[in-house]
């Protein structure tokens, strides 16, 4: 294959070979589902959306897990909070998320597997480490890691062990042998609710969260998989942690891991500071498609590389919309031929050269705007059904030309085209003031007119 991936745990860009030759095994961790998702749920969970694609664009079959955390401790004080059982909170934000990441043509994985059902797997992935000397009981009932007994704690991170902290979402328990170690195990309180605790040869209790992902993935891609993607922030503790399990239970001395590529988007800042709801910037998906439709959320998003940083603003998505507008009104009035696409037309190249290039959104986004400028130029039928078939391997320019410019605009489109064609009669009539009259109420009304050899079109500002 041509295709070259960035590797955080090497740091280097590699040529990518799936260990199933023809199949690809990729891992995301997915959302502690408490609450609807936020911008930055969306930009992750979007640069892997881009990567499956391509995956399978390349001729791969793809096997697309990305997990739900559904037992955590924002969930239980948040079930609290709202008096509903655990189960009813989580299905209501999982059905938000779908909706949400639904408008922004995010497509579902192969497998969405939750916590909660495979707490029994967890269970036994905490007794084989256990076993290996890996794992200890605390007293109080919880079960801990012993980080240091794990030749290699810090590669994936770049940190030395002696440099390290234990994690931000696990608090440092007493009773632990060291302060690194962080717990697999969480013993019940007893003020918990009831659907928060699980059975357990350790005592009832409720997995903690970093061992849910190791028992998930190992389930439903086996002992060693593919990519493993997520967050910049979860590089540390979260997947250094996976690494120290996973490996932990079932490939010590192999010289094995059980991942072979690991992948990382970058942060997303919002307005260059970091999205927090303490200082006012924090967004849901939910609140920007108040103000913008989905392709446009995804095409801003697509312009930037999915391990750069990310600075989500209002300025950029409008120059995004501006830009998305542009790429449609190419196609607008333009015969589309539909068409498989030839991989050595020299745009299709281009385009297959910067995806393959650890998918290099940006550069291929810049071809499609060449590629438009020549539908532009020459109209032809074959490059407009090229730029559409490109674009759409980034699920992007798959609606009518039409429907996009027009849609949303508020407006009833009969009334539009009232206004038109009673525009065309003052202007035959040599009545330019009215002509113009017209036009500027419709502008008014965020409708632009586009006055053209074979007619007057309108599109929403």
Not at 268 to 286: A, C, H, Q, Y
Not at 310 to 335: C, E, I, K
Not at 398 to 419: K, N
Request: glycine residues 10%.
């Amino acid at each position: 294959m041509s295709l070259r991936i960035h590797n955080t745990l090497t740091r280097s860009t590699e040529a990518f070979s799936p260990i199933e030759p023809g199949h690809v095994r990729m891992y995301v961790c997915g959302m502690t589902i408490y609450d609807l998702c936020h911008v930055g749920h969306a930009r992750m969970m979007m640069a892997f959306d881009v990567v499956q694609r391509w995956l399978r664009v390349s001729g791969l079959r793809v096997t697309y897990v990305r997990n739900i955390t559904d037992i955590d401790d924002k969930i239980i004080k948040r079930a609290l909070e709202r008096g509903i059982p655990i189960r009813q909170l989580t299905d209501e934000m999982t059905a938000a998320m779908h909706q949400d990441i639904g408008a922004l043509g995010i497509e579902p994985p192969t497998h969405e597997p939750r916590a909660t059902e495979y707490v029994g797997a967890m269970v036994g992935l905490i007794e084989m480490l256990e076993r290996n000397g890996l794992a200890y009981r605390v007293p109080g009932g919880d079960v801990n890691y012993s980080v240091r007994k794990f030749p290699g704690y810090g590669r994936l991170s770049g940190k030395s062990i002696d440099a390290l902290r234990a994690g931000e979402r696990v608090a440092v328990l007493e009773g632990k042998d060291d302060p690194l170690d962080f717990v697999l195990w969480k013993a019940a309180k007893p003020e918990e609710p009831a659907d928060a605790k699980y059975d357990a040869p350790f005592g009832p209790g409720r997995p903690g969260w970093h061992i849910e992902c190791s028992a998930m993935s190992h389930a439903l891609l086996g002992e060693r998989f593919d990519i493993h993607g997520g967050g910049m922030d979860l590089q540390f503790p979260h997947h250094e942690n996976e690494i120290a399990q996973s490996d932990g239970a079932f490939h010590l001395g192999s010289g094995h891991s059980f991942v072979n590529v690991w992948m990382h988007n970058g942060f997303l800042n919002v307005d260059n500071e970091k999205m927090s709801k303490s200082l006012g910037n924090f967004f849901t998906i939910r609140d920007i498609l108040k103000r913008y439709d989905g392709e446009t959320i995804r095409f801003f998003m697509l312009r930037v590389h999915y391990r750069s940083p990310f600075n989500f603003s209002d300025a950029g998505l409008d120059d995004a919309r501006g830009g998305l507008r542009r790429l449609y009104t190419a196609l607008q009035g333009a015969a589309v031929a539909p068409a498989e696409i030839d991989w050595a037309d020299p745009h299709a190249a281009r385009f297959k050269a910067a995806m393959d290039d650890d998918f290099n959104t940006p550069i291929a986004v810049s071809v499609l705007f060449d590629l438009a400028g020549e539908v532009n130029r020459s109209r032809s039928a074959q490059s407009a059904g090229l730029l559409r078939s490109l674009a759409g391997t980034l699920g992007l320019l798959q609606q009518e030309a039409a429907q996009y410019l027009q849609g949303g605009s508020g407006v009833d489109t009969a009334h539009i085209e009232t206004q038109i064609a009673a525009r065309a009669a003052a202007k035959a009539a040599r009545d330019f003031a009215e002509s113009d009259r017209i036009r500027d109420a419709l502008a008014a009304q965020g409708i632009v007119l586009k006055d053209t050899p074979a007619g007057t079109t309108w599109v929403k500002a």
